[in-house]
């Protein structure tokens, strides 16, 4: 169970949930590995996916018109096995939520391509979903791969 967390819930870490269950849909693993997303922040909670972001996932035939963004919470950290933000501030607010990182769940996208310590790029300031695409494409490859090497 995989947790894609970002500071909204409506561009980085919904690209991340849906460009990883098509991955995982895709190799015949949607029974094995589950994902979601989620926001550290209460800003976006309820509304759908950025337009730009839909639309670039709608460019490799991903649909999302049921995600709506919703708040990271308690209880996640026992419900999923990873808990991966795009970048530190995140990882930073899961900390605080969750006293710590007890059980080493928490870690950034691009630390599973080799990327250690690298952000996924936002595109809220820049408008640059390819790049933040890129990232994420990157990332949920080296995750899935981290993964089949699990099961």
């Given at each position: 169970n995989v947790l894609f967390v970002c500071l909204g819930n409506i561009c980085r870490s919904p690209m991340a949930e849906y460009i990883?269950?098509?991955?995982?849909?895709?190799?015949?693993l949607d029974g094995k590995v589950r994902c979601a997303s989620a926001a550290v922040?209460?800003?976006?909670?309820g509304n759908p996916v950025y337009p730009p972001?839909?639309?670039?996932?709608l460019t490799l035939g991903i649909r999302c018109e049921?995600?709506?963004?919703r708040q990271l919470n308690r209880k996640d950290y026992a419900e999923y096995d990873l808990l991966i933000g795009m970048e530190n501030r995140h990882l930073n607010s899961m900390r605080r939520l969750y006293n710590g990182d007890p059980d080493g769940k928490i870690?950034?996208?691009l630390d599973h391509c080799g990327r250690t310590?690298?952000?996924?790029?936002?595109?809220?300031?820049?408008d640059n979903f390819d790049e933040?695409?890129?990232?994420?494409?990157?990332g949920c490859t080296a995750l899935l791969k981290e993964l089949r090497k699990a099961l």
């Open positions: 990883f269950r098509d991955m995982v849909k895709k190799r015949g922040s209460s800003e976006e909670i972001a839909k639309r670039k996932l049921d995600k709506r963004a870690s950034l996208l310590g690298q952000e996924v790029a936002d595109p809220w300031y820049t933040t695409w890129d990232d994420v494409l990157q």
